[in-house]
């Protein structure tokens, strides 16, 4: 390198290094470094499901529930709808129970049906909201909106700024609600919110008209050490090495192997159980971000990969397609946990991915008991869950909504007092699983010790 060059940049780079030293604006990268083996899938069933079909089934008529029928719902690709008796023209479905589970089903359940060992199910979940938006960031975050905008951190964020710091990729984020809100949060874990996961391809797509892979390389090289000697004489030198960091993480962005998964033709080839044929209505690209959540894990890049899923927003009589837009999603999420059965851990020998590997399935809340006068179901404060996770015992459910209005119930005494549980308690269990103080992140929310393994 040209040492005049060199000089050059030096002097540049102490001025921008003084500038930014003086200032204690900068946390982001005062904590130590963490590593971790743990992965993490959370999933947003955007829209607002129905789960009289699937998670917290009902089938008669009680009170103001008007269950699914054949009224109501084209049942022929749904393949675990067994008619029941409803009345003298039409039949609503049979309640799925599988052999030596507790849990029930609805039809909508799809492949998930056949694995309930692996299932932990929340029902009536308080989401006290019937917003898109305000339901969307209190499942994800654990509180509501403020004048419109989140106060608080996703659950993915959470998680990356716990295990995810040294990762190349802490979060990708396709189009889940995900935020950066906090005081102590490092400025590595800020998610990469992408539309689609083909969106990071031609971001990292590089054209050799004006330079060649070796001049980038050398250009990078060249500020990797500009960066660490800056370091070397900066106060808050940590900011300045999260700038080498990323710079050292370029070369490996843009090498083949990893812009590879951000592709969907070589996903399907890597993954080809995501892409079925005929291709899924509604749910394709779920099928996508799954299959680049197994390569990414498999490869080490990634720490929590974050989507939300096609619509379950039926308010008219779209709603006859609402069993197969959630068994679509189900489908996909029972192949993801297929992979990481089959997938090798990165650093692990002997190990899989489903050994650690941990999935979260939320929405923004449920829809109406009652059917509409355009043969839909409209938006319902009630909700939820599912959790799929070596750190949970499966087999499980959790919480009830009550049988005649589909409303949360008591699903126990909790610090204050007998109530249902509630989005905060979901997300403050699911950290705490992984050793980490709920209360760092979250304001609300008890431990839900019964649903963690010991």
Same mark, same amino acid.
């Given at each position: =390198? ?5 000089? *050059? ?17 900068? /946390? ?86 056949? =694995? ?10 308080? =989401? ?11 499942? &994800? ?21 716990? *295990? ?48 060649? &892979? ?59 159980? *995501? ?16 299959? *680049?959540?197994?390569?990414?894990? %498999?490869?080490?890049?990634? /720490? ?49 991915? &489903? ?35 070596? %750190? ?26 007998? /109530? ?35």
């Amino acid at each position: =390198m040209d040492t005049r060059r060199r000089t *050059f940049l030096k002097v540049l780079g102490g001025a921008a290094g003084a500038g930014i030293a003086s200032q204690p604006l900068f /946390r982001a990268f005062a904590d130590p470094p963490v590593a971790s083996d743990e992965f993490f899938v959370l999933i947003h069933a955007s829209g607002g499901w129905d789960v009289t079909l699937s998670l917290d089934p009902r089938n008669e008529r009680r009170g103001i529930i008007e269950p699914g029928s054949t009224d109501t719902i084209d049942t022929a690709p749904i393949r675990l709808w067994r008619d029941a008796p409803l009345d003298a023209d039409s039949s609503t479905f049979e309640i799925l129970r599988p052999a030596g589970s507790s849990l029930r089903f609805g039809p909508a359940i799809g492949a998930l049906a056949e =694995m309930p060992d692996r299932l932990t199910v929340i029902n009536g979940l308080a =989401m006290n909201t019937v917003s898109h938006p305000d339901g969307t960031f209190f499942a &994800a975050t654990g509180r509501h909106l403020a004048g419109g905008k989140p106060v608080a951190a996703s659950i993915d964020t959470m998680l990356a700024n716990e *295990f995810g710091r040294e990762s190349l990729l802490p979060t990708v984020s396709v189009g889940y609600p995900s935020t950066y809100v906090g005081d102590d949060l490092d400025a590595r874990v800020s998610p990469l919110r992408v539309s689609s996961v083909d969106t990071l391809s031609k971001m990292l797509n590089r054209g050799n008209v004006n330079t060649t &892979a070796a001049d980038r390389l050398a250009v990078t090289a060249m500020l990797t050490e500009e960066a660490r000697d800056l370091a070397a004489r900066s106060w808050y030198r940590d900011e300045i090495e999260g700038f080498g960091l990323q710079l050292q993480a370029l070369p490996r962005m843009l090498s083949p192997d990893v812009q590879s998964i951000f592709n969907a033709t070589s996903l399907a080839a890597a993954q080809p159980t *995501f892409f079925t044929t005929p291709a899924k209505r509604f749910q394709a690209r779920a099928g996508v971000n799954c299959a *680049f959540a197994v390569e990414a894990m %498999k490869r080490n890049l990634v /720490r929590c990969v974050s989507f939300s899923s096609a619509s379950h927003d039926t308010h008219s009589n779209n709603y006859r397609s609402q069993p197969l837009i959630q068994q679509e999603l189900f489908d996909t999420i029972a192949a993801l946990v297929r992979a990481l059965d089959a997938a090798p851990h990165p650093t692990r020998t002997g190990r899989r991915l &489903a050994d650690h590997t941990h999935i979260m399935v939320v929405s923004d809340f449920c829809r109406t008991p009652q059917i509409n006068l355009t043969l839909g179901r409209d938006h319902y404060p009630n909700g939820s869950a599912l959790v799929i996770s070596p %750190k949970f015992v499966g087999n499980t459910s959790f919480g009830r909504a009550d049988d005649d209005q589909m409303l949360p119930a008591n699903a126990g005494t909790f610090a204050d007092g007998a /109530r249902a549980v509630a989005p905060p308690d979901l997300l403050a269990t699911f950290v705490s699983a992984f050793g980490v103080n709920p209360r760092k992140y979250l304001r609300d929310g008890d431990v839900i010790r019964s649903l963690l393994r010991a």
